[in-house]
């Protein structure tokens, strides 16, 4: 494949193709990534391919089969609960330890939301919204929360992404939406308590649930 990178960053390479690959739908749920076919159309050889998918196993985007087969993960309804208990239980509290560092200095949330506003896809969007809330959990100054909260992101990008494909929503439409919820929460930063930040994060959260799937 022209561009491919050289023996010592295969690895890495095949890491960020393949997950951008799934995070980005073009490799549907329930997918077989076979190392073979992935490793020619990369241009690498299988090692890097089976050590990126083991890597991707463990960032939960890659399920393998009894027989040693790996596939693109299927997140369930259960799947989804979990994440959202999680955020629910980990984002309030980041807002409140963040809120003196980010009452100081909030730009970083700004350039975020304004590069949103600037944003031409869902797949975009999808990232940004990210990213905003990745800014909020490495300002609250817990190591160890931000940890888990990065153990998540990359199940959350999957979902978001899923979610937005699946319902069809409109691009702009998500975008406005996207932007106004984290105006609020900007506005929050820059005026209210920490305790009050704490608030808004969690009725945020809770309002993130509403879009979660129903068991059939």
Request: proline share 4%; charged share 30%.
């Amino acid at each position: 494949m022209k561009g491919a990178p050289d023996s010592s960053s295969r690895s890495a390479y095949a890491i960020d193709r393949l997950r951008r690959r799934i995070i980005d739908g073009q490799s549907a749920p329930g997918s077989l990534l076979a190392e073979v076919a992935v490793a020619r159309e990369l241009g690498v050889s299988r090692v890097p391919v089976r050590e990126a998918l083991f890597a991707l196993e463990r960032d939960g985007l890659v399920e393998f089969s009894k027989t040693g087969r790996a596939y693109v993960k299927e997140l369930s309804p259960g799947d989804f609960e979990e994440l959202y208990v999680l955020r629910l239980a980990l984002e309030p509290v980041a807002a409140r330890l963040a809120a003196p560092e980010l009452r100081s200095d909030a730009s970083a949330l700004e350039e975020n939301i304004a590069a949103t506003e600037r944003a031409g896809s869902l797949i975009e969007v999808t990232h940004l919204d990210l990213d905003f809330h990745a800014i909020i959990l490495e300002a609250c100054g817990n190591a160890r929360l931000l940890k888990l909260w990065r153990s998540l992101r990359n199940e959350l990008e999957l979902w978001l992404g899923r979610l937005h494909r699946s319902k069809q929503v409109q691009t702009h439409h998500t975008l406005d939406e996207t932007v106004s919820t984290h105006r609020e929460l900007l506005k929050s930063f820059r005026s209210e308590s920490p305790a009050a930040c704490e608030r808004k994060m969690h009725e945020h959260i809770l309002g993130w649930r509403e879009w979660l799937p129903m068991d059939s």
